[in-house]
């Protein structure tokens, strides 16, 4: 494409205008190739949050290629190291291998330096591993758009970060969200942070925040095809994490199928 020149029908999604200008996407499922070109798996819909315990962070479990439904148990949000969290969209291969070289790094840096590495160091290396997946990413395979959650070593607060595809990070206070689900989230979580509490969604309880990330995913999938919804009869059920300075906690499937049949689906 030449400089200055309009593109047509382009939506806005940097993952979408790879796919429009980029031949190596076709109808084709993940793994059959015809003259080079491959369709790769996808992955949405993503979230965090502050609440009054830390962030939130959540994730439906459905990857899809094209208008195919390949799985339904992905993991988007992905532990590191103890005090992180990683939150995929797009190509799940490349955003897990990114999680794993930043888990590494990150353990190897504690163990050489006996101390964290710093919030800096941390936002700059992931930056580093996207533009470094940018060629992959302008050929239309394996674009990552993740949000990245970690605790600051200085004042041990969580803080929510989210990433564009060439590495360039923003803090989200007092949220972020990703993937194709994404627009009907991130205008709830708006209205509210706004209005919904007088204290913003930072002042809700733990309970609360769980409830809102179940609800949240649930109208995602209602308008998004690419996110799934909760499948209580095959216990599939989100993935979410809670970050604080005591570390990451991982939300149990127990409570996650008693809040979906008492206060979500039942309602």
Known sequence: ??????????????????????????????????????????????????????????????????????????????????????????????????????????????????????????????????KENLPMAMNGVGGVVPLFITLDPESNAPKIYFYDILGAHFEGTPFAVGGSGSLEVQGILRFLDRWGNPSGLSSISKKDAILLSLRLLETASYFDSATGGIQAGDRIYPVIKLVSGEGVETVGEDLLREMMETEVRGV
């Open 1 to 130: 494409m030449k400089t200055g020149e309009s593109i047509k029908g382009a939506s806005g999604s940097f993952l979408d205008l790879l796919k429009q200008e980029s031949g190596s996407y076709s109808s084709l499922p993940i793994g059959e190739l015809s003259a080079g070109k491959v369709q790769e798996i996808q992955a949405t819909t993503i979230l965090a949050f502050h609440f009054c315990g830390g962030v939130l962070v959540a994730g439906d479990r459905r990857a899809t290629a094209g208008n195919r439904i390949m799985a339904n148990r992905v993991e988007k949000v992905i532990e590191i190291d103890g005090r992180s969290v990683l939150a995929i969209s797009g190509s799940p291969a490349q955003a897990i291998e990114m999680a794993r070289v930043l888990d590494h790094s990150f353990r190897y840096y504690r163990r050489t330096q006996l101390d964290e590495m710093s919030l800096e160091g941390r936002l700059r290396l992931l930056a580093q591993l996207l």
